[in-house]
């Protein structure tokens, strides 16, 4: 085998596993298509009774997750889809209340218009009001708001507000301790 033919066969190998390994990420209960080399992947679970949102490849361009049995997505479900340029969420039976708080803020920065589609099904009070209408009093009192990790950055934070602080006192008194010690100025 001379280098051309090593070449050629080591290429279709790498495709053939580029291949493979675009099909490994696709979500079992969904169908996905490629968009071309280097644009992404259409995903749709439209119509598949989900009760979660399956877990998705980074590469996601176009998700389609409409007509489902979706209640709340977790918080940070979604945060990975950087690349995501249209999402379908509508006709789930979502459920307004704390939980639907990370979806809420999370189509208000990627996709305005499903928010718009997006409905509630529950609460009562709430039944067929559109997710982005819904305000903090409608969601009810929340126990834990903050994901864990802002309150890791909080105590950091805190720690390094504590020793600034420390750190200003300390000089504060070193140069009055020194002060003393200089020269005073004739008069």
């Not at 051309?4 to 990420?25: C, D, K, N, Y």
């Not at 877990?55 to 990975?80: C, E, H, I």
Request: with cysteine; glycine share 4%; hydrophobic share 45%.
């Amino acid at each position: 085998m001379n280098k051309t033919e090593f070449i050629a066969v080591a290429g279709f190998a790498i495709s053939l596993l580029f291949r493979m390994t675009q099909t490994e990420v696709c979500p079992p209960s969904c169908n996905c298509k490629s968009l071309g080399e280097m644009k992404g992947l259409h995903i749709d679970c439209s119509s598949r009774k989900l009760t979660e949102v399956p877990a998705l490849p980074v590469n996601t361009k176009r998700l389609y997750l409409q007509n489902n049995s979706l209640t709340s997505v977790p918080p940070g479900a979604l945060d990975s889809l950087r690349s995501l340029e249209e999402v379908k969420i509508f006709d789930n039976p979502w459920t307004c209340d704390c939980h639907i708080l990370y979806l809420k803020l999370w189509l208000e920065d990627v996709s305005e218009p499903s928010l718009a589609n997006v409905r509630c099904a529950t609460p009562a009070p709430m039944r067929m009001k559109p997710l982005g209408q819904l305000t903090g009093n409608e969601l009810g009192v929340c126990k834990r708001l903050l994901p864990i990790k802002c309150l890791e950055f909080f105590w950091r934070d805190l720690i390094l507000i504590a020793g600034a602080i420390i750190t200003l006192l300390l000089v504060a008194w070193l140069f009055l301790s020194f002060r003393s010690f200089l020269p005073a100025k004739p008069l």
